[in-house]
């Protein structure tokens, strides 16, 4: 009897310990995979989402010094948010879940419920987070269309009408930098002034989803704060081509950022001992910017030889930072069996619109993996063009 309780004691304990140690290979698996993609694998150009964490921030999440984040005792979210604010060029800073959510937390502290927010017409406020921005912050959109993402300030001062107890009140613009559905262009930071000083002319606030505004400032060179100068507040992304496996930061002054606080506590965003997402972001703000420049090459690569292939259509103009979107039209295949085809070649891309395609580049994708997804896509174009043939 005693025999057979021990024999149960060794074997429950080797089973729990085996899946510890699976559990850790396959993190770690999973990131050298990434790494490694040379050989066999999966070419993910789906986004730069899929990213995962570097050793060295694995390694930073096993030390980072922890505590409550909502007693605001985690020291290892402090240093993040100081970090952020002091990159940025602003007061403060607020770690939150997701890009998504430091929108939403952005827009209902920056106007009140039955104010009007004039967005670009394809931002992804608008198109990709589920109409919170009505939902839950009780805005409405307003409309205006840029090139590739910059709104010109006429348009944005036809737009805003005069005080009349008709119209909702006009409380702010928000804009995106990068751009994601005009496939990563840039908002330059003379044409970003130039919509700040209608927001002034008119008291409104002026918000920046910079997603990937650090992309924006590799791509030309600048600081990032040349952009930042110009908004009142704005989010950032951690979790994208930074690498991280989590979290986005709001950035602000103070009292911006104090109040985002308690709106992220309402949205259910107060985490407790975050400094596991924030050790990550540290290591991102440190090591992972610099390198969007190669990022931005792969980018360029990409586009330059997909744009060699007969029946797809690319504009070289647009490819200013790490994605690639093109038109597929000429094919004579539907985009979703392109994607297919394409799939089957070992290369994952999105369909953003009906037959166009985006692609980005990103932390582990090298030279080798962009010819292999020209080859492939050169393969599945010159099968849909015998096919037409034949
Ligand atoms: C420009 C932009 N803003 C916001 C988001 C939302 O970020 P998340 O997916 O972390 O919610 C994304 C995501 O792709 C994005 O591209």
């Excluded at 730069?48 to 985690?74: F, K, N, Q, S, W």
Aim: aromatic share 6%.
């Amino acid at each position: 009897m005693l025999l057979m309780f021990f024999a149960t004691w060794v074997l429950k304990k080797t089973l729990k310990q085996e899946h510890v140690a699976f559990s850790r290979r396959r993190l770690f698996t999973l990131g050298e995979d990434r790494m490694g993609m040379a050989s066999k694998e999966t070419i993910d150009l789906r986004s730069d989402t899929v990213t995962l964490p570097t050793e060295e921030m694995l390694e930073a999440i096993r030390h980072a010094e922890l505590g409550d984040d909502v007693y605001g005792e985690d020291p290892t979210v402090k240093k993040l948010e100081e970090m952020a604010a002091e990159k940025i060029g602003k007061e403060a800073a607020l770690l939150v879940t997701s890009g998504t959510q430091a929108n939403l937390v952005s827009l209902m502290n920056n106007a009140k419920r039955g104010d009007l927010v004039f967005l670009e017409a394809e931002s992804h406020i608008y198109w990709y987070e589920g109409g919170g921005v009505s939902a839950i912050a009780g805005l409405l959109p307003w409309l205006v269309k840029g090139h590739w993402g910059a709104i010109k300030p006429e348009d944005i001062e036809a737009a805003i009408r005069p005080k009349n107890i008709h119209f909702p009140e006009p409380s702010l613009i928000c804009i995106e930098n990068t751009h994601n559905r005009y496939g990563g262009t840039i908002v330059t930071p003379t044409q970003m002034r130039a919509i700040s000083e209608v927001a002034k002319k008119h008291g409104l606030k002026f918000y920046l989803d910079g997603a990937r505004i650090f992309n924006a400032a590799v791509a030309l060179k600048t600081n990032v704060r040349e952009f930042t100068k110009h908004v009142d507040n704005l989010m950032f992304c951690l979790s994208k081509s930074l690498s991280c496996p989590v979290g986005s930061v709001v950035v602000g002054d103070q009292q911006f950022i104090e109040k985002a606080r308690k709106t992220r506590k309402v949205l259910g965003g107060g985490m407790r001992q975050a400094g596991i997402i924030a050790a990550t972001g540290i290591v991102a703000l440190e090591k992972m910017i610099d390198r969007l420049e190669e990022d931005h090459r792969n980018g360029r690569r990409l586009a330059e030889g997909i744009a060699k292939i007969k029946g797809v259509k690319v504009d070289l103009e647009a490819v200013q930072t790490n994605m690639v979107r093109f038109d597929m039209s000429a094919l004579g295949v539907s985009d979703q069996l392109f994607v297919q085809k394409l799939r089957e070649r070992g290369v994952l891309v999105s369909v953003m619109d009906k037959n166009s395609i985006r692609m980005v580049t990103h932390r582990g994708i090298e030279k080798i993996h962009i010819e292999k997804a020209i080859n492939a896509i050169g393969s599945v174009a010159e099968e849909a063009h015998s096919k037409t043939k034949a």
